[in-house]
Every structure is written in structure tokens, then in C-alpha cells.
């Protein structure tokens, strides 16, 4: 069985954490993840911060394992919701989205791990200064809020430039991704768009089934007019946002205004015209619904047998440097 310092840090069974994702992944989902050996997390997202306490203590009613929160920083909510996760002294917070630094203090002095999610070198450092217990590097094959860089060449580098442990995020929905992410030396991965196929996923099944259907190419980017990249799949509510966005006619505000409310739609209600349907590069990897427990049993068998072969095909191969 795979283990590394990851599961040490803060005793979990498989170096995995279910990616936070906003209006979907609650405590139901994330202790599902947890009691299987992984570390769920409940997204904050824009919620109020007592629905995040709530959340907080039906995960703690549904698993003695570690869980972790995420505190999106782009949230009116941040700073209450920092408040709660350190006076409720969870396990682990991890943040996406902006900076956390401000509230590093108040988590640190209630024993809460924060780590932090990085899209570039500079700001892997500065949580590491600050204090994080690890980072997650995510790459823009993620869903949601994208940094620039790519998984592949932006862990490798965020692993270069700290000395906590990298866990990688982005692209990684199997085995082989799982494999990879050690092989630029991450210690552990986040995953999100595999979670959306979850048995114990509450989003609704219009949403599963999309994520089922797509194939590599049905995600796209929106929101760079607006400063921050959403990834998210095809759909006529991502297609009409993407040309409102080269229309110069159009104010910010009207933007804004156009694509609140839409993660909700798609999570909540389904809606298929209007919804906004975050998900990642990788659900085209995505190909059928199972339990917590199954997803990340295969994975690590996965990476395993994966590793593996790598390692023989090295041993044998005529001009590698092992011959
Ligand atoms: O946060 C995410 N993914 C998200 S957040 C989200 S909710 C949302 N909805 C609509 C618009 C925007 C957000 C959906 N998906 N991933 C983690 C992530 N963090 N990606 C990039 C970053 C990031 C960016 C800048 C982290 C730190 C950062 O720092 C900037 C600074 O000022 O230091």
C-alpha cells in the first residue's frame, strides 16, 4: 500500500484529499472520503459562516477521522469562516483563491493545518514562511478558480522551491495520475472531478450525468476578462459568457452580474441552459459512479500497478541507464 509522510502528518490511510468544491461538496461527502482513508473537505465557497459551522459538526457526528474546511478567499465570508475553523479547531483548513496569510495566526494557535492551494513558486514560498503545513500545487486542468502554469511543469518547480510537503492537484482522476504526481515529487494528490461521480455526492444527477458524457475536450475557460480563469464544462451558460466577455459593450458589472447564481443552478437545480458546471480537464477519465471507498481503493491499486510496470520497463530497457 502506498503511504508517505502525508499520512504521518495527519494520520490518514491514502496521501488523498477530495477537492473542495463549492455548493457540493458538504459534510456528507467529505466524511464519506475520510471514514474511506482520504481526507474530505467541505468547501465553504460563499456560504454564511454557520452554515460552515453546522457542516463542521455532521462531519464530526459522521467520522472521528481528520476532515479538513476550505476557505474560498474570495468570499464576502472569509474572515468569519477563518474564525470558525480555528474556534472549532478542525483538523485541517486548506484555502483557495487569494491569500490566507492574515488568518494563519489565528489557525496556527488552535492547532489547525492549514494548506494552503498555490498556482505559482512565489506564493508556494510565502505560505511556507508563513507557516502552512504542506501545499497543494494545482495546475489548470483543475475545475473552478485556475492559476497559469500546468500540473506538470508547476509541481515539479513548486517542489523545488519548498521544503514542505507538495501535494499535487489538477489533471488527476486515476492511477496514473497518481503515479505521475510522484514522479515530479509530490507526496500526495487532490482530487476533485472524480468526486462529482460519488455515490455519496449530493449534487444533482443532471450534473453527474454531464460529467459521465464528457470527453476530453468539454471544458473551457471564462472569466479571464474579470481576473479569475473559471473552468468549467461546455454548456450554453459557459458558451454565452465567453462571447459576453469580447463584447466591449458589455460593462464588468453586467459580467458579474450575468454569472452569479449559476454555480447553483448547476449544482442545485440542474439546470442544463444556465447552470455553470465546474469540472476539471480530467472528466473525460470520469466514467462511472462509485462509492468513496471504491474510488479510492482503485486509484492507489491503480498506481500501484502503475508504478510497477514503470519500474520493470526502466529495468529492462536496452538504453536506459539501469541496462
Ligand atoms: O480556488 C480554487 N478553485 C475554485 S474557487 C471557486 S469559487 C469561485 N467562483 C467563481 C469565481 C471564482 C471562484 C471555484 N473554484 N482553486 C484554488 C486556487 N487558488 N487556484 C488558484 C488559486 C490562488 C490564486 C491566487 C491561490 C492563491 C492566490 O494568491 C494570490 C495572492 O494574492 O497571493
Not at 290 to 314: G, P
Request: glycine residues 10%; aromatic residues 6%; charged residues 20%.
Amino acid at each position: 500500500m502506498i503511504r508517505t509522510s502525508l499520512c504521518e502528518l495527519l494520520g490518514i490511510a491514502y496521501p488523498m484529499f477530495q477537492g473542495a468544491m463549492a455548493w457540493i461538496s458538504d459534510a456528507t461527502l467529505a466524511a464519506a472520503v475520510s471514514e474511506a482513508g482520504g481526507l474530505g473537505i467541505i468547501a465553504a465557497g460563499n456560504a454564511a459562516a454557520e452554515f460552515v459551522r453546522e457542516q463542521i459538526r455532521i462531519a464530526r457526528a459522521k467520522t472521528n477521522k481528520p476532515f479538513g474546511v476550505n476557505v474560498m478567499m474570495m468570499s464576502p465570508y472569509a474572515e468569519e469562516i477563518a474564525r470558525v475553523t480555528a474556534a472549532e479547531k478542525v483538523p485541517v483548513v486548506t484555502t483557495g483563491a487569494g491569500n490566507p496569510a492574515g488568518y494563519m495566526q489565528a489557525w496556527l494557535e488552535n492547532g489547525v493545518k492549514v494548506i494552503p492551494v498555490v498556482p505559482s513558486t512565489g506564493i508556494a514560498k510565502r505560505m511556507e514562511r508563513v507557516g502552512a503545513a504542506a501545499v497543494i500545487a494545482e495546475g489548470g486542468e483543475s475545475g473552478g478558480h485556475v492559476g497559469d502554469l500546468t500540473t506538470m511543469t508547476l509541481v515539479p518547480q513548486v517542489c523545488g522551491a519548498v521544503r514542505i510537503p507538495v501535494l499535487a492537484a489538477g489533471g488527476i482522476a486515476d492511477g496514473r495520475g497518481i503515479a505521475a504526481a510522484f514522479m515530479l515529487g509530490a507526496v500526495g494528490v487532490q482530487v476533485g472531478t472524480r468526486f462529482l461521480t460519488a455515490k455519496e455526492c449530493g449534487v444533482h444527477q443532471n450534473y453527474k450525468n454531464k460529467v459521465l458524457k464528457a470527453k476530453d475536450i468539454d471544458t473551457m475557460l471564462t472569466g479571464k476578462r474579470l481576473g479569475h480563469p473559471v473552468r468549467s464544462l461546455k454548456t450554453p451558460f459557459s458558451r454565452t459568457l465567453f462571447e459576453k466577455e469580447y463584447d466591449s459593450s458589455i460593462t464588468n458589472e453586467a459580467l458579474e452580474k450575468y454569472a452569479e447564481g449559476a454555480l447553483r443552478l448547476a449544482a442545485v437545480e440542474g439546470d442544463e441552459q444556465n447552470g455553470c458546471f465546474l469540472a476539471g480537464q480530467a472528466a473525460g477519465l470520469v466514467t462511472r459512479e462509485q462509492t468513496a471507498r471504491e474510488i479510492l481503493a482503485e486509484m492507489f491499486e491503480e498506481a500501484e500497478r502503475v508504478l510497477q510496470t514503470a519500474r520493470d520497463s526502466i529495468q529492462y530497457d536496452p538504453i536506459g541507464s539501469n541496462s
